[in-house]
Every structure is written in C-alpha cells, then in structure tokens.
C-alpha cells in the first residue's frame, strides 16, 4: 500500500506541465501517494466594528450625564461601555476606548456628587496605565498620582507560536517584541494574530513589579496550509520552523529539474534533484537462420544490459546518483516571499 504525504510547492507559482510529470513520478518511484495540503483554516476570533462605534456612543451619552450631573445615566452607560470591551478584547482600538472609559469614570466622580477624589485618581492612573496618559481635556482633572511600573514576561504555547514572521503579540495595540514588556500596573489587553487577524485576546490586569501572562493561542491545523506554508528556502536547504505536518514532501523548481526533501514535521533532508529514468525501448533479436551472430548470444547480452538497467534505476530511486541542489529562493506555497 503506498504511504500518504502532504506535497507542500514551494515556489511563487504552480508546477507546469513538466514539473507535475516530475512529481507523479517521484511520488510513483517512491510508493508514496502526495496530496495537496489542506483546506482548513486557522481558528480566528471575529472583529465586529459595530462594537466600537457602540463604545463611542456610549462614551458620548457619559459625558453628557456627567454635564446634566446625572449620576445614574453616567454610571448606566460607563459601565455598558466597560462591558463591551471587556467582552471583545480583540477589537483594535478596545485599548484606546477603555483607556477613555476609565476617563469618563474619574470624570463622574469629581464632577458628579457624592464626589470621590481618591476614586476619581484611581481611574484617571488605569487610563494612562493603558495609553501612558494625555493632556486633560475641557472638565477633566489629572490625578495626583501616577502607576507604578510593572514588567511583564509573555509565554507563548504552543512553542509554535512564538518567533515566527506571520504571528505577533500586542499590548494594548502596540507590538510585543521579546518574551517581556515595560508597562504598568493596571488594566491591559494582550492580542495574538495570525496573518493579521487575531486568534487569541484577553483583557488583564497586572501588578505592580513582574508578572507572567501565558497566551495559550489555537494554532493551524496539522497538514493545512496555514501549517505548510510557514516552510521557505533558505539558501539550498529547507526552512520549516513551525510546521506540524508529520509526513511531508518539499518539492521546488531547480536549475536541473525538480528538487525533493522529504520531512517529518520542522525536519527536512537534504534537498535532491529529481530526474524521471528514460525508457529504453527494446527489440527482438535477429532470426537465428539468417546467420552470424547467433541468437543465444543476443539474449544473453540483453539479460546483462537489462541487469545494467536495474542497476541504474535503484540507484537513481534510491538518489545516489542525484546532482547537488542548486540555491534558489521561492517562497511557500505562493503564499509568501522569501
């Protein structure tokens, strides 16, 4: 029975006519069955602009309670605000919007009686907490006090997540390089994307002094092309940092023909060329009544040729006999560049 492999093309575009010749008959060679990678998707979190725009409403309609010094309407849209955003930690801007939920919260305690100082300086410090602070604006009052300083280590898991060009870490929209950040204490929203679009957010809240925060993201499913096309060219070997697939197959354009690594997960073998073994045709021997060379010397010379041939041809399948790969750079899949 032939053994299945996932065929990850790394070139920027697909094998034509000759190419994909090359690759049935490697694969025929071989007893392995290639397939393509598969269809499914990196499980990603939805982003819904909508919620923002309700935040800003909402922020619109506490400034106006905290003006007719309506305390209950502030607190009713404040705290709807707060919710929203706590819920969908992955919207873009949910940092800068609660940083300004946290303004209009010490807004409504200094303006709105019973006035509360002390609580009014609590919020204004997670605000800039979350953004590094701003000028105070019409109505608003700058706290006495500042955050204290935090630092926070960020482990990513699975391990795959971590260090690789198409995956990056947010905090509070700003990007996460290294496994520690310098920050504050207070309220903080940490987002992991894929390709652009997040698959793990959550809102946290840090300490004083350090702290770990470990991000426990979904990753691409084994064998899909979000799995496979992490694997690139680099120089004349294969890149496949990150990979899952358990059985692969790297095949790629060469100078001489097509190359071919074999892998198993984030390990690949040495990049071979690949030629299809030419067919010889045969032909009967000579009538023996027609005289000269007889005929039980024809077959033995084709028995010896024919050994010659099997000879070259488990050579050639096992790749002795295989030319050196040439460096080139494709990116995988066409979906990237290297």
């Keep these: 029975m032939d053994a299945p492999a996932t065929l990850v093309w790394i070139a920027p575009n697909p094998p034509d006519a000759a190419q994909s010749r090359s690759i049935e008959g490697w694969g025929r060679a071989r007893g392995v069955v290639l397939s393509a ?8 979190l939805t982003v819904d602009p909508k919620v923002g725009d309700d935040v800003e409403s909402l922020l619109d309609r506490a400034r106006d309670a905290i003006a007719a010094r309506d305390g209950d309407a502030a607190d009713r849209a404040i705290g709807t605000a707060d919710a929203l955003l706590r819920a969908h930690p992955e919207l873009p801007q949910g940092a800068w919007l609660m940083a300004e939920v946290e303004r209009a919260r010490s807004a409504r305690e200094r303006r709105v009686p019973p006035i509360d100082d002390a609580a009014a300086d609590r919020a204004w410090a997670r605000a800039e907490a979350i953004d590094g602070g701003r000028v105070a604006g019409v109505g608003e009052q700058l706290s006495s006090t500042h955050p204290a ?32 950040v310098e920050a504050h204490a207070g309220p903080h929203v940490l987002v992991a994307t894929w390709n652009g679009a997040p698959v793990w957010a959550q809102w946290v809240d840090t300490p004083a002094g350090s702290s770990t925060i470990r991000i426990v993201a979904p990753v691409a499913p084994a064998c899909s092309i979000d799995d496979v096309s992490r694997a690139t060219l680099h120089g004349d070997a ?25 892998c198993e997960r984030e390990h690949c073998g040495p990049l071979l060329v690949w030629h299809p073994t030419a067919s010889i ?36 399948a096992s790749g002795a006999l295989k030319a050196a790969p040439t460096a080139t750079q494709f990116v995988s899949g066409g979906v990237k560049q290297q």
């Excluded at 294969?238 to 074999?262: E, I, Q, Y």
């Design 37 to 44: 990678p598969g269809e499914e998707r990196t499980p990603s």
């Design 149 to 180: 300083a935090a630092t926070i280590a960020i482990e990513a898991s699975p391990s795959a997540l971590a260090g690789q060009a198409d995956t990056h870490i947010w905090l509070d929209g700003e990007p996460v390089h290294g496994g520690a």
């Design 281 to 316: 045709p045969w032909q009967p021997p000579p009538d023996h009544d027609q005289g000269g060379w007889p005929s039980w010397a024809t077959w033995g010379l084709v028995g010896v040729g024919a050994a010659v041939v099997g000879t070259a041809v488990a050579i050639v």
């Design 238 to 262: 294969v890149d496949a940092a990150g990979v899952r697939c358990p059985t692969w197959v790297a095949a790629a354009p060469g100078a001489d023909g097509v190359l071919f690594a074999t």
